[in-house]
């Protein structure tokens, strides 16, 4: 009896105050949370690393643990079932960058089908009052390792994403709108200039486009915006973004995930990583020029019996010089190779220096 009076003690103290969920941050949250210096204000507990949580979370109760994805280094899958193990009925919320979204995802369709201690992520900067803004978690039936636990959907961050997405989405295509891509350039091409990423930027746009919302009406219009954007999204590779940033305009941002960094660190002989690096925008090329060639080829039925082969696209490449480069001169740059490739005919994509 007296331990268990003990318990709740232990557990009235952690919620004491405000009656805010008890939250604890993991990582360097300089740049995962928007101000910072209020995450003791907030009543947050904060830790440098996975083994000091771990041993936090033994003694603590926390209801939210919020983890920068950045700070959990090589060993994703191991630390984040050490934590798990340390306070099994917390739910895990990742903070990542816009860059490490493939890797968020990864996670989170992993933990769907296997133990993996992952409820949700959220895209960075997050306002740390949002993180602690009173509402306790909706107790779901235990996990596999017999703990209570806390659904995804049954507390505030899973809004807060949802929200997220409405803001960096496009509403016609669902597609990242021009803010996310924009957004994402800057942050990849810092990425890129500190660790030798490469960087290739593609944009396009429906040739005539004006044709089809005057002759066809502008429902039409939307079908062939929607159309290009499934048909882009299907010839691109799954980490690559995908975004309309105006009008007909589309932009991809090909680039390394990880994994792919390392395997360029590996390649020490200069003239070897020129060439390396050479196939990058190749590879970009190859992926746009698929795109073009499937979408003047497709049959679209909604533009009537001569919908066949009547769409066409022009389209500009240029690739990250990480000597000077900024993302606004890439956008420059891809945008006067598209500007190019209209003038020249249209039906056709050009990379920056070399027309094709």
Not at 261 to 288: C, Q, T, Y
Not at 296 to 314: C, I, P, Q, R
Request: net charge positive; glycine share 8%; charged share 25%.
């Amino acid at each position: 009896m007296k331990k268990n009076s003990s318990q709740k003690a232990h557990n009235q103290a952690v919620t004491a105050g405000s009656g805010a969920p008890a939250v604890l941050l993991i990582g360097d949250i300089s740049g995962a949370v928007t101000n910072p210096r209020q995450v003791a204000e907030q009543g947050c507990r904060a830790c440098g690393d996975i083994v000091e949580a771990a041993a936090l979370a033994r003694v603590e109760r926390f209801e939210r643990i919020f983890v920068v994805l950045s700070s959990l280094g090589a060993h994703l899958e191991s630390s984040l079932k050490a934590l798990q193990q340390a306070s099994p009925g917390s739910a895990i919320i990742l903070l990542a960058q816009m860059y490490e979204e493939p890797i968020a995802r990864r996670l989170l369709c992993s933990a769907k089908s296997s133990s993996m201690p992952v409820d949700d992520y959220l895209i960075c900067p997050v306002d740390v009052k949002s993180l602690t803004n009173g509402t306790a978690l909706v107790k779901v039936p235990p996990r596999q390792t017999g703990q209570v636990g806390f659904g995804r959907g049954d507390y505030p961050e899973a809004r807060i994403r949802e929200l997220q997405r409405l803001a960096t989405e496009d509403d016609l295509t669902g597609l990242k709108n021009r803010r996310y891509v924009r957004e994402f350039l800057r942050q990849i091409i810092e990425r890129a200039k500190k660790e030798g990423l490469r960087v290739t930027l593609f944009l396009f746009d429906i040739d005539n486009f004006k044709h089809y919302n005057d002759t066809y009406g502008h429902n039409v219009g939307d079908m062939v915006l929607k159309q290009a954007a499934v048909m882009m999204r299907r010839c691109c590779r799954a980490h690559d973004v995908v975004g309309r940033i105006g009008g007909d305009e589309f932009a991809v941002i090909f680039w390394d995930l990880p994994t792919q960094v390392n395997k360029n660190k590996e390649v020490n002989n200069k003239a070897e990583r020129r060439r390396a690096d050479a196939g990058h925008p190749s590879e970009a090329l190859f992926i746009s020029e698929r795109f073009r060639s499937q979408i003047s080829s497709a049959d679209f039925s909604f533009l009537g019996y001569e919908g066949k082969g009547v769409l066409t696209v022009s389209g500009g490449l240029a690739s990250f010089s990480p000597d000077t480069m900024t993302a606004r001169d890439l956008l420059e740059q891809a945008d006067r190779a598209m500007l190019e490739a209209k003038r020249s005919g249209k039906n056709q994509i050009y990379l920056v220096g070399k027309p094709k």
